[in-house]
């Protein structure tokens, strides 16, 4: 059975082209034999993120994250590798074969995740029912009151919640485990008594990128002490921090079309609104703190996202949060001005298409945005208002990298506060902030504190890895690597040798699982694979040199260990003994040094 699940794996490699499936989550640019982006890992304004369609594998020179093509559809998907394995067999139309080589704890979280999918989708198609059993008359008429299309009630899969009892009793009528039921978050329990987790509500299906219903929020549908609002509780399948409503049409967009940019809004309401005004590139984030992960999920579809949060006090701030947080993963943002106290959906529903389309229109840029948001409530011909609000805009622009951008921020400072221009140059100065323009024209290589015998080691593993013209008739017996990575690659080079094969570095990765000491040393040594300092002109008398390194190395080990059974020994007879092994020791060395061996 694993022989046969190595062979899928393989198959399902061959078919999938690691250029052809990266190119759906980012913008690639061929250099030479490489593909080139900016890392969807971690922020950076110059591409360091290469793509080696030759050896079907990644590896990113800024932050080393590395792997063939199922880990990049792990790590842009936020899936499991057997989830990555089956969305490729998907696209590539293989059938994932069954497999018993999991272990007794593997075998259960599988278990446990495919049993709450089901229960997931099954509650989505029970409240869906609901909605259309003719007792939901009171969501029906919340529907018509808030003008939501039929059309739209159908394409998200609005449902309805009766009451709190009849879920549970549907879910354990159709068998499911109680357990799963209350870890997948769609019912309670309390007490020994199960009761629905959206009782009463309207409610919307929340859908991941790989089409499975994982979780729902729920509307109130008349006045409560608990909020208007409610989503399934965190649990192992739903993640708010990593979700984003409509991601699955969005995914289904870009499919069909680019994406030129995506439009965030609040909640559920906005969403249906937009999408049904045509403005089909939108998501919600669920609540108003943008995190980290929702950024980076974002980056897979555009590189340009306007926020279209609430026109009130609250929605402002989190505008203000989101901001920074999807600049920091180097997403360019624009903040979408609303009329205060309407919402996206308001704004629809009053002012049409066209008036939300100049909304879209009048979007700011974030420094823009920032500089009159604290603007806000201020009195510009107050002077103490007028101080601190160029106090507070100074700020703001000298966090700008662009000398230019900078100038063109004062100007419009100049023109909107009357304090002239030459008085905010030199106030923004004093600080020492003006920025210079800065040219970036190679991607940021990570630093490498490693010792001289393991940068030694790595560049010759490497040479051997990625077929330096010199080591095409070296042996790789007799060389003393410094690491267990290094041992366990030159094996495989030596196996691939003795079968005349080709090497394939991203077959390395099944070697060295992922977040342990040996994959990162595994990344290090993939820092050469673009070949450019193994091409260098003296690259061979490197090569030498680092032999020689290795060499000396382990003889100094050996001389050490020596000295250290001298200091112990019980006789001078011992002694003597050791001291003659000791000369040898010492000749070899010296041989070493002068190249003789």
């Not at 369609?53 to 792990?74: P, T």
């Not at 009451?163 to 109680?178: I, V, W």
């Not at 100038?407 to 506060?417: G, I, P, Q, V, Y």
């Not at 011992?574 to 070899?588: D, V």
Request: with cysteine.
């Amino acid at each position: 059975m694993a022989n046969e699940f190595q062979e899928f794996l393989q198959t399902l490699k061959d078919k999938s082209n690691i250029v052809e499936v990266a190119a759906g989550y980012m913008s690639l640019e061929r250099k030479g034999a490489t593909y080139w982006a900016c890392c969807p890992f971690h922020h950076e304004k110059t591409p360091s993120f290469a793509v080696n369609e030759a050896d079907q594998f990644y590896h990113c020179f800024g932050c080393g994250e590395s792997g063939d093509v199922i880990k990049l559809v792990q790590g842009m998907e936020n899936l499991e590798f057997m989830d990555a394995a089956k969305l490729l067999a998907d696209r590539a139309g293989i059938e994932l074969p069954k497999s018993n080589y999991d272990n007794q704890q593997t075998v259960e979280i599988k278990r446990k995740k495919d049993a709450c999918l089901k229960i997931l989708n099954d509650t989505a198609h029970f409240y869906l029912n609901n909605l259309n059993s003719g007792k939901a008359d009171a969501h029906l008429a919340y529907i018509q009151k808030r003008r939501i299309p039929f059309d739209i009630i159908r394409r998200f899969g609005l449902g309805a919640s009766l009451d709190f009892y009849q879920l549970p009793k549907y879910l354990l009528n159709k068998g499911y485990d109680k357990r799963d039921m209350v870890d997948c978050g769609v019912v309670n329990e309390s007490g020994g008594k199960l009761t629905d987790a959206q009782g009463g509500r309207l409610i919307f299906p929340i859908i991941n990128a790989m089409n499975e219903v994982i979780a729902f929020g729920g509307r109130a549908l008349e006045k409560t002490d608990f909020g208007k609002y409610k989503n399934t509780k965190d649990t192992f399948i739903f993640n708010k921090r990593k979700t984003l409503y409509n991601i699955n049409l969005l995914k289904k967009l870009k499919r069909e079309q680019t994406i030129s940019e995506v439009i965030i809004v609040e909640g559920y309401m906005d969403t249906l609104s937009l999408y049904g005004a045509g403005f089909k590139n939108v998501v919600a984030s669920m609540g108003t703190s943008l995190t980290q992960d929702q950024a980076r999920l974002l980056k897979r579809y555009t590189e340009h996202v306007y926020i279209s949060y609430d026109g009130d006090g609250a929605g402002q701030k989190a505008n203000m949060r989101g901001l920074d947080v999807l600049r920091g993963e180097g997403l360019n943002v624009k903040v979408v001005p609303l009329p205060d106290g309407l919402d996206p959906d308001d704004v629809i529903k009053q002012r049409g298409v066209a008036g939300y389309q100049a909304c879209i229109d009048g979007a700011l840029p974030l420094i823009d945005y920032k500089i009159k948001s604290v603007g806000q409530g201020l009195d510009l011909n107050d002077p103490e208002d007028k101080r601190a609000y160029v106090a507070e805009a100074l700020k703001i622009i000298s966090t700008v990298e662009s000398a230019v951008a900078q100038e063109d921020l004062l100007k419009a400072l100049n023109r909107s506060t009357g304090v002239s221009y030459e008085s905010l140059k030199r106030d923004l100065g004093v600080g020492g902030k003006i920025k210079q323009p800065q040219q970036k024209t190679a991607p940021q290589i990570r630093k490498d504190k490693s010792s001289v015998a393991d940068k030694a080691s790595r560049f010759i593993i490497a040479a051997f890895l990625f077929g330096a013209k010199f080591t095409a008739d070296y042996p790789l017996d007799g060389i003393p690597f410094s690491c267990g990575v290094h041992e366990i690659t030159a094996k495989y080079i030596k196996s691939k040798r003795l079968f005349e094969e080709r090497v394939q570095p991203a077959e390395l990765f099944e070697f060295f699982p992922d977040d342990t000491e040996e994959y990162t040393e595994l990344t290090k040594i993939l820092d050469y694979c673009d070949g450019t300092a193994l091409s260098e002109p003296n690259a061979e008398k490197y090569f030498k040199d680092c032999i020689k390194t290795l060499k000396l190395a382990k003889k100094d080990a050996e001389i050490d260990a020596l000295n250290a059974k001298i200091a112990g020994a019980g006789s001078t007879e011992e002694a003597k003994a050791l001291a003659a092994q000791l000369n040898t020791l010492l000749k070899q060395k010296e041989k070493i040094k002068s190249g003789e061996t």
